[in-house]
């Protein structure tokens, strides 16, 4: 069974970095592509950054300038660099990909648990 799984969420101060990752795990064939959203109650998820196997990463306006987005197709991992992190940033970070499972020639797109990170003020 195919699972995305993330790590890395925390409790930091305003200012401070951290670094999220998800790994997909399973009978994977293919990994096309990955993003990071972000969740907070009551609001609608947001867009943090998508990345395409091989490609470019592009950023929700609200995160451009402070958080990095990079993948390594060899690991099937996708990674979060934040940084300036501020109350705002604070909530869930789920994580998505679109696989191609192992003998298989269809994707579908999967979804983590999510990671909680807090930033307090």
């Known amino acids: 069974q195919v699972q995305l799984v993330e790590s890395g969420g925390d409790l930091v101060q305003t200012g401070r970095s951290l670094r999220l990752s998800c790994e997909v795990l399973g009978p994977v064939g293919d990994v096309g592509d990955m993003a990071w959203y972000h969740q907070v109650p009551g609001k609608q998820r947001e867009l943090v950054c998508r990345?395409?196997?091989?490609?470019?990463?592009e950023y929700g306006d609200s995160v451009k300038g402070r958080f990095t987005c990079f993948r390594d197709d060899s690991k099937y991992t996708l990674w979060l660099q934040m940084y300036s992190l501020k109350p705002e940033d604070s909530g869930v970070y789920l994580c998505?990909?679109?696989?191609?499972?192992?003998?298989?020639?269809?994707?579908?797109?999967?979804w983590g648990q999510g990671t909680q990170v807090t930033v307090s003020a």
């Open positions: 998505n990909a679109d696989v191609r499972r192992e003998f298989s020639f269809s994707w579908y797109p999967y």
């Open positions: 990345i395409a196997e091989g490609g470019l990463p």
